[in-house]
Nanobody, 118 residues
Framework: QVQLVESGGGLVQPGGSLRLSCAGS????????MSWYRQAPGKERELVAD????????NYADFVKGRFTISRDNGKTTVFLQMNSLKPEDTGVYYC???????????WGQGTQVTVSS
């Protein structure tokens, strides 16, 4: 079955960096758009970035532009989120997601906690 497993979260000081990974399995990873979302305490889940399947075209939320970079390795069926210049407001649970358009269904990972604090 479809599985998405995130890793790489943790506690980091403001201005620091983290690299999140999301390993996909159970589906043809290379043909699907992959996305990163985050959810801060008491807030709704929001899109951080996504990356297309073939061209690798990327899209970022305004609040991470210039600081975060999404990338993918189709051979390793993994999508990454490099996060630099982290701010306390980046704190939250980060999820990866893929969408099976034909089925009208989204698949989510379990999330990884990112805490930015001094």
């Amino acid at each position: 079955q479809v599985q998405l497993v995130e890793s790489g979260g943790g506690l980091v000081q403001p201005g620091g960096s983290l690299r999140l990974s999301c390993a996909g399995s159970g589906f043809t990873f290379s043909v699907y758009i992959m996305s990163w979302y985050r959810q801060a305490p008491g807030k709704e889940r929001e899109l951080v970035a996504d990356i297309s399947s073939v061209s690798g075209r990327t899209n970022y939320a305004d609040f991470v532009k210039g600081r975060f970079t999404i990338s993918r390795d189709n051979g390793k069926t993994t999508v990454f989120l490099q996060m630099n210049s982290l701010k306390p407001e980046d704190t939250g649970v980060y999820y990866c997601k893929t969408r099976f358009v034909a089925q009208g269904r989204d698949y989510w990972g379990q999330g990884t906690q990112v805490t930015v604090s001094s």
